[in-house]
């Protein structure tokens, strides 16, 4: 696991403008269980914020970063249970994309994080987004939280997919596909 932040780091970098375009109005916290870098959270606006996420580098990236913030090293799941009831939080979920060992702390399978975040979610009174990427292509292992999502959407018609077609990931438009309950 590395203490210091890749170069390049997988996330909502180039993404979190267009994904705040799809937050819900009039919540009062904003959580980020899975923080990275945080971007999303500039969007958030004048809120309570709480950040966590288990790697070093992205805690001392967001305490630099976010100095009014609440910044934790907790596991998601921890965070989820913290919030899943208060219905003036929002809780954005993104959870890591692709199994990539040396930068993030992964389930066994990117499947697991969306079954888990799924049952970790159920009954909530909270406001929430689950974010993940947009192809479908079962080829292509930066596409697996897309699968994972697409068994999900019968389940929650709230589906957004978008692309910022000006940057590219791994030879491919960057693309996100969300669900939410809201």
């Known amino acids: 696991m590395l203490d210091t932040m890749p170069k390049r780091f997988f996330g909502q970098t180039r993404m979190a403008r267009q994904t705040a375009e799809y937050f819900p109005k009039g919540f009062k916290t904003y959580i980020e269980p899975f923080a990275g ?14 950040l966590n996420d288990l790697s070093t580098w992205s805690v001392k990236y967001c305490k630099e970063n976010y100095p009014e913030a609440k910044v934790t090293q907790e596991d998601y799941a921890t965070i989820i249970n913290q919030y899943k009831y208060d219905p003036d939080a929002f809780i954005l979920l993104d959870p890591p994309w692709i ?6 702390f992964t ?6 994080y969306y079954d888990k975040i799924i049952k970790l979610l159920d009954g909530c009174k909270c406001k929430w ?6 192809n479908y292509n079962n080829n292509r292992p930066k596409e697996q939280s897309s ?12 589906t957004v997919i978008f692309n910022d077609r000006g940057h590219i990931l791994h030879s491919t438009p960057i693309g996100v596909r969300f669900i939410k309950n809201y």
């Not at 870098?37 to 709480?50: M, Q």
């Not at 389930?107 to 697991?112: A, G, N, P």
């Open 37 to 50: 870098k945080a971007k999303n959270a500039e969007y958030a606006g004048d809120v309570k914020v709480h």
């Open 147 to 158: 699968l994972a999502l697409k068994a999900l959407e019968s389940k929650f018609p709230n």
């Open 107 to 112: 389930e066994k399978k990117v499947q697991d």
């Open 129 to 134: 987004m689950l974010l993940g990427a947009a």
């Open 99 to 104: 199994k990539i060992v040396e930068y993030t």
